[in-house]
């Protein structure tokens, strides 16, 4: 049977990282993408010849082409721009929505039948518009934000309770931003729910309030330290994940930013869901029941990310 076909539009610092990962995971042949002549032709030769080292199998290639990325299994999108210090999310907003137009056609035109996930920023509008400029199913379009929020959130909570990063299961709602809501209740340390370990006397409210912040402002953290771009090596990871689960038909049950029907309230929009991704794509949303109060959050969040779709409406006007 042939290796699955990994296309990376975007070969800067994460679809860089992914490249690497997908190889030394064995995931498939990759194809780099990049309107930045060289770069992409640079990095697939670089972690090519890592390959004897390591002992992967996996052809990987450069290109400026989107006829090269035709028959892909699975598409990840990171063109784009990183914001800087001092920037948010939304401030990438009309530069990157460009970029998803040219990158929706290529993948509508080259390889309509891919598992789509998307990172580039301000997330949740951004793969809205991706889906909307594809015009591929929306099960088979989704965004990477939640998965990399929980696992910060997760590696927070292993630091502080000093207990392995393998049975602290946290999951973030919400959009990829500000307002994204981190759920207490819903995170566990091995079943164990944070507000019981609150009781229990492991942490204080007041830590885990400060953790539950610091999940929030966990990509300004790394862009005020890194001061040149924004972060890299976990996004990477994450989309890996949702990149496996769907190759690999694993029914993983990830949060991630999905086209909505009806679920958690929201209808018509990505926001970040709680979702099983298997060969099916986004086969489920779960649609959890909130209390008032995250509720209240969650639609804070959602209103947030509504505000973006406008505004690339207002921006180009062939988006219903
Ligand atoms: N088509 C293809 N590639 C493009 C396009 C385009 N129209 N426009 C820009 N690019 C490429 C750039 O040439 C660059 O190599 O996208 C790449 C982006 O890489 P970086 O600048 O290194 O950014 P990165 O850190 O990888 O982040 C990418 O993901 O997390 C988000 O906010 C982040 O939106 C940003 C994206």
């Known amino acids: 049977m042939a290796r ?4 990376l539009i975007g070969a800067g610092q994460i679809g860089g990282t992914l490249a690497h990962l997908v190889a030394l995971k064995e995931l498939g042949d990759v194809v780099l993408f990049d309107i930045a002549e060289g770069t992409p032709e ?3 030769l670089d972690i090519a010849e890592s390959g004897p080292s390591e002992g992967f199998d996996a052809k990987l290639k450069g290109t400026q082409s989107y006829a090269d990325i035709a028959g892909a299994d699975v598409c990840i999108v990171t063109a784009g721009v990183p914001r800087k210090p001092g920037m ?11 970029v998803m137009k040219s ?9 309509p ?3 789509v996930i998307c990172i580039t920023n301000p997330l949740d509008a951004m793969v809205w518009a991706l889906q909307q400029f594809s015009g591929l199913p929306a099960n088979k379009v989704c965004g990477m934000a939640g998965v990399l929020d929980s696992a910060r959130f997760r590696h927070f909570l292993a630091e502080e309770f000093n207990v392995s990063m393998k049975d602290v299961t946290a999951f973030v709602l919400g959009g990829h931003g500000d307002t994204m809501v981190p759920s207490v209740r819903y995170s566990t340390v091995a079943g164990i729910p944070l507000p019981d370990l609150v009781k229990m006397g492991w942490t204080s409210q007041e830590k885990l309030d400060a953790i539950v912040q610091r999940t929030r402002d966990g990509g300004a953290e790394i862009v005020g330290l890194l001061k040149t771009g924004s972060a890299y090596y976990a996004p990477a990871t994450s989309a890996i994940e949702m990149a496996e689960a769907y190759l690999k038909d694993q029914k993983r049950v990830l949060p991630c930013a999905a086209h909505c029907n009806g679920e958690l309230g929201v209808k018509g929009m990505y926001v970040g869901v709680p979702t099983v991704i298997g060969a099916g794509g986004i086969e489920r949303i ?9 509720q209240e959050m969650f639609d804070n969040s959602v209103n947030a990310v509504k505000g973006l779709v406008e505004a690339c409406k207002g921006i180009d006007n062939s988006l219903a």
């Open 4 to 7: 699955p076909k990994i296309a």
């Open 88 to 98: 948010s999310r939304d401030d990438l907003l009309g530069i990157n929505l460009k």
């Open 42 to 44: 640079g990095k697939a």
């Open 113 to 115: 039948d891919a598992f």
């Open 103 to 111: 990158v929706g056609e290529g993948i509508r035109d080259n390889a």
């Open 286 to 294: 779960i649609d959890v029941t909130l209390t008032k109060e995250e």
